[in-house]
Structures are given as C-alpha cells and as structure tokens.
C-alpha cells in the first residue's frame, strides 16, 4: 500500500522520498504548492496542508503508512493533533514520527513540547509508531555560515556539554528504513523511540576548532550567551521563532544533547555504515562556497 509523506519537500522530507523511491515503496506527499514538488513521475502528489481536514481525508485514502513532519510553527501543536486524528479516522494505525531529542525534557521550549504532546498522543491513541528523536540537525549551520566564513566566528551558542549534531541525511535514511519496515510488516508492531545522533558529541569551542583547521585561520567560539544569537536570527526570521531558538540554545548550554549509549552504534548497523560527521559536512560547505 501507499506511505504517505508530510514536510515532503523540506530538508528531511525530500531525502526520506529518495530513500523510500530507492526501496520501491509506493510513495504519496502531502504538499501546498504542488509545484514545489519536484519528484519522479511515479509520485503521487496530494495537495492540501495539515490543517486542511478535506485534502487531509483525500490523502489518506489508500494510505497504510505515515511519515509525519510537521514545521516548526506557532500551530504546530494543531496540526500534529488534527492529522493524527484523521490519520486514525481513515484506518491508518502505521505511524513514523519525526520528534525532538529529549522532548520530554525541554517543556518551556515550545516545538519540544509540542512533540512531547505528540508523543503522548501516539502512544495514548493506539498507534504503532517509530519516534524518531533527531538532536540538532547539522544542516542548521547553512544558516550561520556566512558568519563563520566572513568574520571569523562561529555563532551558534551550544555550550561545553556536547551536542552530537546529526545529519539529515541520516534521519531520513532511518526514517525510510522504519517506514518500509512498518509498511510491510504483517501485522502491528510495538512503539519505538530512536535518538538521532551524529558520531561525535561536540562542544562550542570544538566545532570552533574544526573550522579554524578547514579554513587555516581562526575562527572564535561566539560564548554561550544566547541573547547576541537570538538578536541576529530576529533580522530574518519572525521574533517568536527567534525566541524559540534561544530557548533551544540555553537548553544545549544546560544540558548538551548527549547521545545514550549504545546510539551510535545503534544507527551505524541500521544503516549499514558510519554517520556523517561535522567536519565533513563543513568540508561540503566550504567546497560550495
């Protein structure tokens, strides 16, 4: 039967359709603006959003599997609720999840307790889910690059604890190989979380560090204060959004995202090979500057 993809085409979304076409899965995207959807012919397109409850009820029809990402907005929380909701109402029981690293931790950050809450309703509601629990997403450093090339400092304020910032070509992989794997399973299988890590857990002034190498020159950690950070993503991005990711940093700074044991190891024989790492992923950014 048919897995149908949320978030189909953001960073995530658009890996986790490759891998699912790469496996021979029968592949729908839910998408706003079909013409943003720049997909195999043999991918079915549904238009409509999550909040949208009739092109929600077309698009389940036929659906067996869900890949649920929803965006980090202020109605987040709705959309999660309404699609689980009609997800439930046309029969569609197969869920994969993509939540937050330690959801359950960071309550006054609203898009971890936003999963947190969805979550909940997974387990509440019946579902046979995967929840995948990413930590932060190495891709994230696209947006402060210019930062980092041009005046030498590396911005994001992630403090001394270690953050095992994780690829998202790495979640998606996952998320594909949970999808087939509960898609095809014979009957329904047991929720799991899996943390989403990268192969090295590092602190500011490491990820510093590792720049300062690439480039051959130095490149400062910014500190951990995070009000300079929350500052700068308010010129481009709406202040609430920006607030939210100041939260989010003061949490790396007090708690780190730390792998739990056996993680790693974990996802390395889920995929079959090693996670990609930071410094390789700044190696890429460098060779496209």
Not at 4 to 12: E, I, S
Not at 84 to 96: D, T
Not at 202 to 211: D, F, M, S
């Given at each position: 039967?048919?897995?149908?993809?949320?978030?189909?085409?953001?960073?995530?979304g658009?890996?986790?359709?490759?891998?699912?076409?790469?496996?021979?899965?029968?592949?729908?995207?839910?998408?706003?603006?079909?013409?943003?959807?720049?997909?195999?012919?043999?991918?079915?397109?549904?238009?409509?959003?999550?909040?949208?409850?009739?092109?929600?009820?077309?698009?389940?029809?036929?659906?067996?599997?869900?890949?649920?990402?929803?965006?980090?907005?202020?109605?987040?929380?709705?959309?999660?609720?309404?699609?689980?909701?009609?997800?439930?109402?046309?029969?569609?029981?197969?869920?994969?999840?993509?939540?937050?690293?330690?959801?359950?931790g960071?309550?006054n950050?609203?898009?971890?307790?936003?999963?947190?809450?969805?979550?909940?309703?997974?387990?509440?509601?019946?579902?046979?889910?995967?929840?995948?629990?990413?930590?932060?997403?190495?891709?994230?450093?696209?947006?402060?690059?210019?930062?980092?090339l041009?005046?030498?400092?590396?911005?994001?304020?992630?403090?001394?604890?270690?953050?095992?910032?994780?690829?998202?070509?790495?979640?998606?992989?996952?998320?594909?190989?949970?999808?087939?794997?509960?898609?095809?399973?014979?009957?329904?299988?047991?929720?799991?979380?899996?943390?989403?890590?990268?192969?090295?857990?590092?602190?500011?002034?490491?990820?510093?560090?590792?720049?300062?190498?690439?480039?051959?020159?130095?490149?400062?950690?910014?500190?951990?204060?995070?009000?300079?950070?929350e500052?700068?993503?308010?010129?481009?991005?709406?202040?609430?959004?920006?607030?939210?990711?100041?939260?989010?940093?003061?949490?790396?700074?007090?708690?780190?995202?730390?792998?739990?044991?056996?993680?790693?190891?974990?996802?390395?024989?889920?995929?079959?090979?090693?996670?990609?790492?930071?410094?390789?992923?700044?190696?890429?950014?460098?060779?496209?500057?």
């Open positions: 039967m048919t897995i149908l993809v949320t978030g189909a085409t953001g960073r995530v658009r890996h986790v359709v490759d891998q699912l076409i790469r496996r021979g899965a029968k592949v729908r995207v839910l998408t706003r603006d079909p013409a943003k959807a720049d997909f195999p012919a043999d991918v079915e397109i549904a238009q409509g959003d999550l909040l949208d409850i009739d092109a929600l009820r077309r698009a389940f029809q036929g659906v067996r599997t869900l890949f649920l990402l929803n965006a980090v907005t202020g109605d987040e929380f709705t959309q999660a609720i309404i699609t689980l909701n009609i997800a439930r109402e046309a029969g569609v029981e197969r869920v994969v999840y993509q939540s937050v690293f330690d959801a359950e960071a309550v950050v609203p898009h971890f307790a936003v999963k947190s809450g969805a979550e909940r309703m997974l387990r509440q509601m019946g579902f046979s889910a995967t929840i995948l629990r990413p930590s932060y997403f190495i891709d994230n450093e696209l947006m402060i690059k210019d930062v980092i041009n005046h030498g400092v590396y911005p994001m304020p992630i403090g001394s604890k270690g953050v095992a910032m994780v690829d998202a070509r790495d979640i998606a992989e996952i998320a594909a190989i949970e999808l087939i794997r509960r898609d095809q399973a014979p009957g329904t299988l047991p929720i799991e979380t899996i943390n989403l890590v990268g192969p090295d857990t590092l602190t500011g002034p490491q990820v510093a560090a590792i720049w300062s190498d690439l480039l051959s020159r130095l490149v400062v950690y910014g500190g951990d204060d995070p009000s300079g950070f500052q700068n993503m308010a010129t481009f991005m709406p202040k609430w959004t920006a607030y939210e990711m100041r939260l989010m940093a003061e949490r790396y700074v007090s708690d780190g995202m730390i792998p739990e044991a056996g993680d790693v190891e974990r996802l390395t024989r889920m995929l079959g090979r090693p996670l990609h790492n930071y410094r390789n992923f700044a190696a890429e950014i460098l060779r496209a500057a």
